[in-house]
């Protein structure tokens, strides 16, 4: 059984790996994969926006730990999510917003049953004492049910939409890679049968797609779908995030 | 079989990839879980630190081998330890000072049999060639005591307490995590039954200690008993370490 | 099977996990290794010699996974090469060189069948798409024979070797590690039996090798065979990198 870690807890500090010891204790079998430790700390959105477009690429029967948790220590929920055939661990804060609004059905359970958490729980590191613990169970075929009752008040959290107007799309870019890539919330559906396009953002134009990296010259910026299958804006052989310069939110408008 | 990495290499250098393939070619069953490997170079007071708080998170049978190893190379010896039903393998320069002086028993072996080393050993590179092989040969089910004979001379070194005076307890800031949040050591146990205290460091006074980070506004200071399990100065949603500023020795003083 | 991953991705983003989810996808018992995903990016000279140095260290039959693909989304072909006893599945621009040129025999496929590919084909994630699924299908016992046919022809490159003249060999500093050793392009071989050496680098000179660090003063520069078995110039409890300092293509000269 995969078991998938998605945090903002960094390599650096041994977060990670205990969460993996809790886990390995538990379920001795987990396949343990990590998505990433690296969401900016407490980005909800940003965590929200990767697990979206990682889930896909996961076999059916998954297990999804998501701990990006700036609530840890009150009272907010603990959830766990079945969602096309994955199951999913996470704080009810909105970072499954995505995954449960692109999915035609999802059940989500209040998981507050202590007897699956470990005995201690920490005020500040419920990775650990309590998201591991759930995964590793849900891994050796603990149902979700055993775990909490249904739930249906959650925080659903709103997803920003691109705006369409007449001849215009206005969106914003939501994460860039580490390659500088800029990736906005444009999907490739929506540029579907739009014809000639026009791309602004700051202050350049850029005419059309390409297909490739290559098809412009170093340095020189482009549009493209990217591997999110959304639209990004990439430099080639360059950061668009540097050169252009780019930054979080900054809006990109599309004219056709 | 879990075999833990604990090292100051990096992910960025081949270094702890080519580890592991070391212990798979030697034990092809072997489940890798990496602790940290950002321990900062050469630093085996942080490495004892993170090894002490997160060994009791991993199943009993555990190997943890630890790699922060400035006298590679030299005439330091490398060590196996069995301590509360785990195994560790290090070199012999008080990396595991935490492990083995809270433990009730341990035994320490001098591990120096060759043939548990790759066949060529390297000046600069021990992890690879000798404390991966032996923790690959401990996952086989090799006893220590057929690498090594036991060790009644060994690095011991120092672990710097806190100063208990009447009224007042004084430590030190001995880690940062990736929040920028300060870990003292003084532990929980240190401020049980204390009833009211006050905390000072640097210029701020902190009153109380807080159950979750929410208890303070965003952008303040809080004290809190972290998931080390000792005081930890944190600020809401912000960097303990750049906000306040503190530094690693920065002292901090307990009034009760 | 083991299938390790060499990538310019980095571990910030997703793509080296969605990597492992379309591996364990294919072959659950896939065991699955970083060698790194801190390449600088596109930067095929550094990944194949960290491939070059690291591979020797898997046991026979692992399948290296290298994708550092400035070409991605062009014409470029896709190779499968056996070499030693190990499977390679990389992009055809020359990141195989030194392991094929090191090598007596070795077989070069051109990995065309993309039954054997995930069905959507990105502009900008081959490792995704087409490379993942290689080396899975590979873990699984497909032959490289029944994914494409042999290949003559592909991106051979050249390697900088030294310049030998009379009485002094002429190398360059080809790589950096986290500890700031700089590592040189200059062989144990080719040292081997020349006596005393004096070793001209900036406006350092260095007398002899040692064989640990600990040979000189702390912050001293020295010159020693490091682990990737070429000569490396360091700073003891220091960087050489930043004290001496040094960078890439730095020329080192060996008189003799």
């Not at 096309?84 to 999802?106: E, S, Y």
């Not at 969106?171 to 800029?182: H, L, M, Q, T």
């Amino acid at each position: 059984m995969i078991i998938t870690l998605l945090t903002d807890f960094g390599l650096s500090d041994p977060y990670a790996g205990v969460m993996k010891g809790v886990i390995l204790g538990i379920c001795p079998e987990a396949r343990l994969v990590d998505i990433s430790h690296d969401i900016t700390p407490q980005n909800i959105e940003m965590a929200a926006f990767i697990l979206e477009k990682s889930v896909p690429y996961f076999p059916t029967d998954t297990i999804h730990c998501v701990v990006v948790d700036p609530g840890v220590g009150t009272s907010r929920k603990v959830l766990i999510a079945r969602v096309k055939g994955h199951l999913f661990v996470a704080p009810d804060n909105g970072v499954l917003k995505r995954i449960i609004n692109t999915a035609q059905a999802h059940e989500v359970f209040h998981a507050d049953r202590a007897e699956f958490f470990l005995k201690k729980i920490s005020a500040t590191f419920h990775g650990r004492d309590i998201f591991a613990p759930l995964a590793a169970h849900l891994a050796n075929g603990v149902k979700p049910e055993q775990i909490g009752e249904p739930l249906d008040q959650y925080v659903r959290g709103e997803i920003r939409e691109p705006e369409l107007q007449k001849g215009r799309i206005t969106g914003e870019i939501i994460y860039f890679d580490r390659f500088g890539n800029a990736v906005t919330n444009i999907s490739r559906t929506m540029l579907k049968g739009l014809g000639n396009i026009r791309i602004d953002i700051r202050h350049h134009t850029i005419q059309g797609l390409v297909s490739a990296y290559s098809q412009v010259k170093p340095g020189e910026p482009l549009a493209i779908i990217g591997s999110f299958e959304n639209l990004e804006i990439a430099v080639r052989e360059g950061s668009a995030r540097e050169q252009i310069p780019l930054k979080y939110g900054d809006k990109i408008t599309v004219l056709f």
